[in-house]
């Protein structure tokens, strides 16, 4: 695994970058298999990183109808809701970009339960593992090119909290979680360690000031980090960057 950390004056800064390195791993993945694929995160930081995807000159630097969009984590709301993290993707990116609609991998929120909902966002990856260069065949984990992650005031990312069960699971690739004591108060639907950890490139977008002391402690790999942290258990086999503002 390389880390590499960068620090920007302004989101605009970041989300350039980001989009930078956003297309440049698309375009390697194209050369590498015949898919992109990419788990969004949601939360705030990532909109502007989104938005500027819809334009140039990144939007025509994406190969559109070769990717595959899917989420790191979801909150269980209709997927209308604001709270979404799909319907902020979905205002942000999807509705002003040519992706085949069988390319977006959607968490199913209006399933009965959180439980059944990840339950079939499993089968959903396994089932697009034809799309995915799981070259790594630990348990057949879908290898997704890219993995976009945020960082929560408390060390969380995705949907894994500090002390929260889901941190334990190492089997099941999709996990519902308890509601956490962070807002909005609802329960989420989150990948798990497993999977994010087999991610080619995994890029965390954190912005606050007041996430910095947390940051610098996971990049100096502090075993206290590791214990409170969840964010400072990503380890992936391949990139790991971080871009902070
Ligand atoms: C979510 C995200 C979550 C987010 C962090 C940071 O569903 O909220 O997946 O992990 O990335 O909470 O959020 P901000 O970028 O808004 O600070």
Redesign the pocket.
Known sequence: MTTNAQQFQTLQALSTAAAELFCRVAQQSLKEHAHFTVAL??????RLLYEYLCQEPYLSRIPWSKTHIFW????YVPSDHPDS?FAMASQALIQHVPLPVEHIHRIPTELASPEQTAEVYETTLRKCLSVFDHRSQQNNLPVFDLIL????PDG????LFPESPVLEEHTRWVAATPVPN?NPPVR?ITLTYPVLNAGKTVLF????KQKQAIVQQILNHSQEARQQYPAARINPSGNLLWMLV
């Open positions: 995160s949601g939360g705030s930081t990532p790191g984590d979801e909150r993290n992650l945020g960082m929560g969380h990312t995705a949907s962070l989420r977008l954190v912005s606050g």
